[in-house]
């Protein structure tokens, strides 16, 4: 059985990871903090806000619950306190191949 909390909206006093996407939560950022029971196990998931929203979508996909790995990706969605971009080195660019096909 699996049991979480209601999600409360925190303002980091020291950093954190975002459980979602393994990127920085900042001190003086807000982040949602819940806590989960996973049989004998309990934790503390905290994320971005538009990575909780992100994996909130993700989750009604799957039912309500489903687990995921840290290092998902996370959504653009406040662009007026964008940090300095930070260029991880991964693609995100989708490269559509479907000329191919036709020739
Ligand atoms: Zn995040």
């Known amino acids: 059985m699996n049991h979480t909390t209601e999600p409360i909206t925190h ?4 950093r954190h990871r975002c459980s979602w996407c393994w990127e920085l939560i900042e001190p003086g950022d807000e982040y949602r903090r819940y806590r989960f029971y996973d ?3 309990a934790g503390t998931v905290k994320m971005h806000p538009e ?3 992100a994996m909130q979508d993700e989750a009604r996909d799957w039912g309500g619950y489903f687990e995921w790995t840290p290092g998902m990706e996370r959504p653009q969605r406040t662009p007026a306190t964008q940090p ?8 995100d660019a989708a490269v559509i191949k479907q000329e191919q096909e036709k020739s």
Request: proline letters at 0%; aromatic letters at 6%.
């Open 39 to 41: 049989g004998g196990d």
């Open 51 to 53: 990575c909780f929203d």
């Open 11 to 14: 303002k980091a006093k020291k």
């Open 84 to 91: 300095t971009t930070t260029s991880s080195g991964h693609s």
